[in-house]
C-alpha cells in the first residue's frame, strides 16, 4: 500500500461545477499537509496548506480528517484554468525531511 | 531571480556519459530536495539536504547517483554512466526549514534526455 494515495482521475467537469478530491494517507503519525497543482511539463506549485481546522482561500477548501487519515480539496465554480493535476502532499514532521506526494489527480474542466 | 533556479533547463547526452545537474535554492532557504518525474508519472523523492548534510538519502536509486551541497546554498546532483532508465524531468525545491511544516518551492526542473 502507498503511504499517500489519490484517485488519479481524470476528473471531467463543466465551467461552474464543484469538484472535490480526496488524499488518504497512512501514518498516523503524519504533521503536515498540502496540496500543490502541476500543470502540464511544468513544476508542481503551491496550492495551499491544510489547517487541521479546514481553511478556505476563495474557491478552494481544504479539509484534515485525522481521524480517518484523510485530506481533501474541494474546488468551487471551477474555471478552465483550474484545469491541473492536484498532488496531495503529507510530512511526517521535524524528525523526518522527506515530503510524500501523491501521483495526483488529474482534472479537466471543460466549456 | 527570488525563485528556486535549476540549470541546465535541457540536457541530452549518450548512454554512459556522466551528468551534473545544479540547483540554486531561494536565499535563506535551509532545506533542500531533489526529486524526479517521468513524463505522466508521480514526483519520486531522491535526496534531502538540510543545511549541507543529507539526512535522507533513501530515494538515491543506485550508487550512480550522488548529490552534495556547498555553503548551506547550491547543490549539485551527479549521475554516473547515465542509462536510458534515468531518463527524466529532475526537479528541486527548497523550504525555509526541514522537517515538511514548511511548503517546498519548486523550480522549472531539468529535462534529461539519455540517448
Known amino acids: 500500500r502507498k503511504e499517500v494515495e489519490q484517485d488519479p482521475g481524470p476528473f471531467n467537469v463543466p465551467e461552474g461545477a464543484t469538484v472535490a478530491f480526496n488524499c488518504t494517507y497512512s501514518?498516523?503519525?503524519?504533521?503536515?499537509f498540502f496540496w500543490y497543482r502541476q500543470d502540464c511539463r511544468k513544476e508542481p506549485k503551491l496550492l495551499m496548506s491544510v489547517y487541521s481546522s479546514g481553511n478556505e482561500d476563495g474557491r478552494f477548501t481544504a479539509q484534515l480528517n485525522r481521524a480517518s487519515q484523510y485530506i481533501s480539496l474541494l474546488i468551487r465554480d471551477s474555471k478552465l484554468s483550474d484545469s491541473a493535476t492536484y498532488l496531495c502532499v503529507v510530512n511526517m514532521g521535524s524528525n523526518a525531511g522527506k515530503s510524500t506526494f501523491g501521483d495526483g489527480t488529474t482534472l479537466t474542466v471543460k466549456p | 531571480g527570488a525563485g528556486v533556479s535549476q540549470s541546465p533547463s535541457n540536457k541530452v547526452t549518450e548512454k554512459g556519459k556522466d551528468v551534473e545537474l545544479r540547483c540554486d535554492p531561494i536565499s535563506g532557504h535551509t532545506a533542500l530536495y531533489w526529486y524526479r518525474q517521468s513524463l505522466g508519472q508521480g514526483l519520486e523523492f531522491l535526496i534531502y539536504?538540510?543545511?549541507?548534510?543529507?539526512?535522507?538519502k533513501s530515494g538515491l536509486p543506485s550508487d550512480r547517483f550522488s548529490a552534495e551541497r556547498t555553503g548551506g546554498s547550491v547543490s549539485t546532483l551527479t549521475i554516473q554512466r547515465t542509462q536510458q532508465e534515468d531518463s527524466a524531468v529532475y526537479l528541486c525545491?527548497?523550504?525555509?526549514?526541514?522537517?515538511?511544516?514548511?511548503?517546498?518551492?519548486f523550480g522549472d526542473g531539468t529535462r534529461l534526455s539519455i540517448l
Open positions: 539536504f538540510q543545511g549541507n548534510s543529507a539526512p535522507d
Open positions: 525545491a527548497s523550504s525555509l526549514v526541514g522537517g515538511g511544516q514548511q511548503p517546498q518551492h
Open positions: 501514518n498516523s503519525a503524519s504533521q503536515s
